[in-house]
């Protein structure tokens, strides 16, 4: 209960903003805010990191250097305990024992105290985000950091609002019985976790998509397994070892959360899954793998974020300048390897109304490759937005994008200032006709854009939602002047079960969702089947266990 105490005026404060929804933030997103001394100690805590064994205190069979490597170019050396699954479940198993039978506000204050700790470290862990996904520092401390925390607060707040629906301990229920005596129950009802959680992390943001699943999975009383992808796994490594530390600290078995480390020649995340102690599996990456999981793990909850192709309708605008200087940065913000980045832009034909003038399609086109080499031309700028690119396959898919129409913009290499090593391109616009379907009705992952000539907004609305409702999709951008135009997408978008936003036009970009505001993900397309967060995606984490004891 002390540490619950201690971060309660935090967990008090999250509740009423995911009921409210308006703007709270728990931790600072500005470096700034951190002192003047947090900055050199994080980068220092970083390179001790590097060239070592990363120590747990957990079961082990040895260690393995995995498969993580640093698209910056950097040497990061870093091996993990390895760990046979049998003794993963064994040992979380083991420990869900007590922390099961923890009460609410126990579970909770640990994770609040968790969460707590991972703040004082978000400087290195913005250094091992950056090294490890490719993206630039300030991304990389701001969603490998305070954004990630406050997703991962938002689902500690919406278990805790879901766990403490019912009355706490014991109630008296009388039930009358007309002239004979009324009849009376003793009743309390008691959280029970669901099972061994696993966790199976992403390779561009393991915190941001990892956070909400892993302490959703925690604060019900669930043990938690981590398996990092095996290119990304620092960032939740340092995790686990805050969270190690922090249950200890408080009196639980620290194999409450688990790392499991695996390698691309020898995954072990179908063995692990299938193990019928897990309960849980949250799943970020591509739609292969998690297609297998929501059709064969049949035993669990599967909660999955996978791919998706995310569509900006331009029908018309008062202004293009705005139009450009908003697109430019969402599209190409790192490298598009966003899961909310647009990839397919629809313009009509005929073009679109600007302030009571025709503006042709190609003006609409050229304009956006326009401002997208102007904002890229410097490479240290072009270098602090790409960041660097993490698959290896992305540069195929360029070429194979720009082979499939009219290139409006070509991709360039950047040689990024700092880091000589790192593959940074500028992405490809090109530009497609409706009918070539087989182009744009799939996700190309990386720095892609398709600028589509349709024959209308009828036509743009109609592909995007086959798009959304056949590959999936996370995001949509509408512009326009047209109150019936953006009725009909309301409607569109409630169909397609994809989030959408209307002319943007400022510093807030369609690839940004706020946490207790926000939902990410809907769950109704094939982008997904869970929302980070809403009161489903907790509430099956745990079971009612109903105690009746005649009075």
């Known amino acids: 209960m002390e540490l619950f105490e ?24 500005s470096p700034r805010a951190y002192g003047d001394e947090a900055p050199a100690a994080g980068e220092e805590a970083f390179q001790a990191r590097l060239g070592r064994p990363f120590v747990l205190d957990q079961p082990a069979t040895g260690t393995s250097g995995a498969g993580e490597s640093s698209p910056y170019g950097v040497d990061l050396g870093v091996t993990y305990p390895v760990a046979t699954v049998g003794q993963l479940i064994d ?13 609410v506000e126990e579970r909770v204050g640990v994770c609040l105290e968790i969460l707590d700790r991972l703040k004082e470290d978000s400087f290195e862990m913005a250094h091992a985000v950056m090294q490890t996904t490719g993206q630039a520092f300030l991304m990389a401390f701001q969603a490998g950091g305070p954004h990630a925390l406050d997703r991962a607060l938002e689902a500690v707040a919406y278990a805790y609002q879901e766990m403490t629906r019912l009355p706490a301990g014991e109630m008296r229920w009388e039930k009358p019985q007309g002239k004979r005596d009324p009849l009376l129950i003793d009743k309390q009802w008691r959280i029970r976790p669901r099972g061994v959680a696993v966790t199976i992390g992403v390779s561009t943001f ?39 530390a922090v249950l200890e600290e408080a009196g639980f078995d620290p194999n409450t959360v ?75 913000m790192y490298s598009g390897q966003m899961c909310t980045t647009p990839q397919n832009v629809f313009v009509p034909a005929s073009g679109i109304d600007v302030d009571g003038e025709q503006v042709s399609f190609s003006e609409v086109a050229s304009g956006l490759a326009g401002a997208i080499e102007g904002l890229l031309a410097d490479d240290q700028r072009a270098g602090d937005i790409l960041g660097s690119i993490k698959s290896s396959d992305i540069a195929g898919r360029i070429g194979d994008a720009a082979a499939s129409g009219d290139v409006l913009l070509a991709s360039r290499e950047v ?64 512009y326009t002047t047209n109150e019936e135009v953006m009725g009909e997408a309301i409607g569109a978008a409630l169909d397609a079960g994809v989030s959408v936003a209307f002319n943007l036009a400022g510093g807030l970009y369609v690839n940004q969702s706020a946490a207790f505001s926000d939902f990410h993900v809907t769950g109704a397309n094939p982008a997904g089947n869970a929302s980070l967060t809403d009161p489903a995606f907790v509430a099956g984490r745990f079971r009612v266990i109903g105690v009746r004891v005649s009075a």
Do not use: C
């Open 6 to 29: 201690k971060h309660e005026d935090t967990l008090r404060r999250a509740v009423a903003a995911i009921s409210n929804r308006e703007y709270w933030s728990a931790y600072p997103e």
């Open 91 to 103: 040992a979380a198993t083991a420990a869900m024992q007590t922390w099961g039978k923890a009460s």
């Open 206 to 244: 393991p915190t941001w998509n990892g956070y909400p699943g892993i302490f959703a999975s925690l604060a019900t009383g669930n043990p938690v397994i981590v398996k990092p992808h095996p290119g990304t796994i620092l960032p939740l490594a340092i995790f686990v070892e805050t969270a190690r």
């Open 258 to 332: 688990l790392l499991a480390v695996d390698t691309p020649d020898d995954p072990i995340a179908k063995e692990l899954v299938m193990d019928p102690a897990v309960g849980m599996v949250d799943y970020t990456g591509g739609s292969g793998f998690g297609d297998w999981l929501e059709q064969n793990v049949t035993h669990a909850l599967i909660f999955t974020e996978k791919a998706g192709v995310n569509s900006v309708i331009i029908d018309s605008a008062p202004d293009l300048k705005g139009v450009f200087r908003n697109l430019s940065v969402s599209l190409t």
């Open 415 to 478: 040689t990024h200032p700092t880091f000589p090593d790192a593959e940074v391109r500028t992405p490809v616009v090109v530009k497609v006709e409706a009918d070539d379907r087989a182009s744009y009705m799939r996700e190309m992952f990386g720095p892609i854009i398709y600028v589509i000539a349709t024959a209308d907004t009828e036509e743009s609305l109609d592909l995007a939602k086959e798009s959304a409702l056949e590959s999936g999709a996370i995001t949509w951008l509408v």
